[in-house]
């Protein structure tokens, strides 16, 4: 596995934190695709409302599904917009939601 392949899902370390347990990997995945609609609708809808608050509780919330994985570049990207929900400073809002989506569907494409 390359180092960035790791970036996006570290699957290894992910195994060694569930005891090498494949099938619990497999669920934890499976689980984390199905839910990723529910995890990304408060951030959404924060956006839309121009709620930073919002935004900063969503994006902090996804930010600790996706440690669970130890996704560094999905977890940045979600760390991003907390952030900028933090400092109210929505400006560059929609070119962080971007890069937090593509990194996103590269990780689901990883869970695959």
């Known amino acids: 596995m390359s180092e960035v392949d790791i970036e996006i899902f ?4 992910v195994l060694e934190n569930l005891d090498g347990d494949e099938e619990t990997l497999v669920e934890f995945c ?3 695709v199905d839910e990723l609609e529910g995890y990304m609708a408060p951030i959404l809808e924060a956006i839309s409302g121009g709620d930073g608050e919002a935004l900063r509780m969503g994006a902090h919330t996804l930010k600790g599904v996706l440690g ?4 560094n ?3 940045k990207a979600a760390f991003a917009l907390e952030e900028m929900g933090r400092s ?5 809002v929609e070119p962080a939601l971007a890069t937090l989506k593509t990194e996103l569907e590269s990780l689901t494409a990883a869970m695959k």
């Not at 669970?68 to 996704?71: D, E, L, V």
């Not at 109210?88 to 560059?92: A, E, I, K, R, T």
């Open 10 to 13: 570290n699957r290894p370390q």
């Open 68 to 71: 669970n994985f130890q996704a």
């Open 88 to 92: 109210g400073d929505l400006s560059q």
């Open 73 to 75: 570049r999905s977890q």
């Open 30 to 32: 499976t689980d984390f």
